[in-house]
Nanobody, 119 residues
Framework: QVQLVESGGGLVRAGGSLRLSCAAS????????MGWYRQTPGKQRELVAT???????NYADSVKGRFTISRDNAKNTVYLQMNSLRPEDTAAYYC?????????????WGRGTQVTVSS
């Protein structure tokens, strides 16, 4: 029904930048929220940044001022610009689409892209 494909991960030195992209396909509604989460081995997946269809954003405190989420609704694509990267940003980054209706919220996930920041 919904497919999410991430790209843009890789290896970067501390202080560097990466830009992640996530292309959504399938049945996409204009009201869907999209965002990014990350996960390291043995830890729970955590929110990085989200954006509603109206453009409201939410960031984890640890990335505020360094990461910027943006969205191209015409392309059903969400981006994550990551600057001033730190070794602790190393994780698998997952794209998320959250669809809310009167029955609740359903989450869709991509397969993830690895970001590794070397010190």
């Amino acid at each position: 029904q919904v497919q999410l494909v991430e790209s843009g991960g890789g290896l970067v030195r501390a202080g560097g930048s990466l830009r992640l992209s996530c292309a959504a396909s399938g049945i996409i509604f204009s009201t869907d929220a999209m965002g990014w989460y990350r996960q390291t081995p043995g830890k729970q997946r955590e929110l990085v940044a989200t954006m509603t269809s109206g453009g409201s954003t939410n960031y984890a405190d640890s990335v505020k001022g360094r990461f910027t989420i943006s969205r191209d609704n015409a392309k059903n694509t969400v981006y994550l610009q990551m600057n001033s990267l730190r070794p602790e940003d190393t994780a698998a980054y997952y794209c998320n689409l959250a669809r809310t209706n009167r029955w609740g919220t359903r989450d869709y996930w991509g397969r993830g892209t690895q970001v590794t920041v070397s010190s």
